[in-house]
């Protein structure tokens, strides 16, 4: 390892910034990565996340690893159209970090206006206090006829 003092200005700055305790040049990588993840869990913890699109794909990944991250206390709500297979996620969130994380698998079809509006009066009353949502299910008309005719009349 080299001694301090050949380590590059710039680099001394940011060892001050990130831990005078742990300059840089005495941790390993993966030493700097459970520091921010132990950073990144005490962030989350207690928090309720929505995730919408979450039975597959990025919105089921993203649920996964935000329960990863503070397998703690965390409140997740899952929401899609596919009810099942959100509980199935639910079940393999729990299967694996335990019952810190509290799932609600909740049915929600994005594209229904009076499905959306009512969606938080619809929660039971312990996941009400939404700090975070990961707006993942996107839905786009199709086909874009009508959409292109909107943009039109702009
Ligand atoms: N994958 C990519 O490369 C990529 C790139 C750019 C942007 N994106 C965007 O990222 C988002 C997720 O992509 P993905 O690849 O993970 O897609 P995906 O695997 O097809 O997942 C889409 C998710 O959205 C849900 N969903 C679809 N329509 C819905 C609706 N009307 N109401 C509620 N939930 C609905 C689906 O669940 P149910 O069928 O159970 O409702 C599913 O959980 C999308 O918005 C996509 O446009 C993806």
Known sequence: MLPVRTLPRF????CKRVDTKFPLGILNRTQLRKMSASAMAARLEGKTIV?????SGIGRATAVEFARTAPKNLKLILTARRLET???VAAQINKEVGDGVKVLP????????DEVK???ERLPEEFREIDVL???AF????PPGPLASLLRGI
């Open 86 to 88: 959100l509980e199935e």
């Open 139 to 142: 839905v786009v008309p199709h």
């Open 51 to 55: 995730v919408t699109g979450a039975s």
């Open 118 to 120: 009512t969606f938080v």
């Open 11 to 14: 680099l001394l700055r940011t």
């Open 134 to 136: 990961v707006n993942n």
């Open 106 to 113: 909740f049915k929600l079809d994005v594209s229904k206006p």
